[in-house]
């Protein structure tokens, strides 16, 4: 009996072991296995530290992101235009603001010179809106106001079909009037549309000195009046 006690004492030192290596070999591993299959289809986002300041963006985005991760910029000539007609307490509408370049351009730049001025972003890409305020955030960009509405010769609501963010795209090509962007899911975004001249009379914009459009396939965006009072004031 106590040969036998024994050997079953053997067997379960053994087989604590065997237990206890497997568990060790499961903490290792499992966590990994688990993230792999949650991020495996996953666009995951890219950070970069540029001259006017940090901005996030989508790894897979083949214009902007690309152009980032290879020179640190993009459309640079674009910024140091902005920045050359850029006087104090101007109002600046950024139409099209994708992740918020020229935001970010923009908003450093009254912080540099230490003066007032407001922006007005417009993005209707629920995705990349969220990405926009995220870089806002980062940034302590706190006179920018973000919309996540598109702008065109009238008020209306729209359903496109979302891209797919989990693939390699220019997202920056997205447009609300033609399939430019390729690639989409079967999932359906519901976008507001608004005529700058309504942005402009129902939030109160008393004036607006600079105007960025960079708004795919429409030319149209509904500002009559805006246009009036632009050209009677400069």
């Given at each position: ?21 497997v ?6 591993f ?81 912080k540099?010179?230490?003066?007032s ?103 149209d965006?509904?500002m ?11």
């Open positions: 009996k106590l040969y036998k006690l024994q050997i079953n004492l053997k067997i379960m030192i053994v087989l604590v072991s065997v237990c206890v290596c568990l060790f070999i499961g903490m290792l499992i966590p990994a296995l688990i993230k792999e299959t949650f991020t495996s289809n996953k666009n995951e986002t890219s950070y970069f530290k540029t001259e006017f300041g940090n901005i996030r963006c989508f790894s897979k985005d083949t214009t902007i992101c690309q152009s980032f991760a290879n020179s640190n910029y993009f459309e640079k000539h674009i910024g140091e235009l902005i920045k050359e007609y850029y006087k104090p307490n101007t109002v600046f509408l950024d139409i099209g603001a994708n992740y918020g370049l020229h935001t970010l351009i923009v908003g450093k730049h009254i540099n010179i230490q003066c001025g407001k922006i007005y972003s417009f993005e209707p890409q629920r995705s990349v809106f969220q990405i926009l305020c995220g870089n806002l955030a980062i940034n302590n960009l706190y006179n920018v106001y973000a919309y996540q509405f598109g702008l065109g010769k009238e008020n209306t609501i729209i359903q496109v079909n979302e891209p797919n963010y989990f693939g390699y795209e220019d997202y920056g090509t997205f447009s609300l009037v033609e399939d430019i962007v390729k690639d989409v899911t079967e999932e359906k975004l519901t976008i507001e549309i608004k005529t700058l001249d309504w942005f402009v009379e129902n939030y109160y914009i008393p004036y607006v000195d600079f105007i960025k459009i960079d708004w795919r396939k429409i030319t965006f509904g009559p009046q805006l246009l009036v009072h632009y050209l009677d004031k400069n």
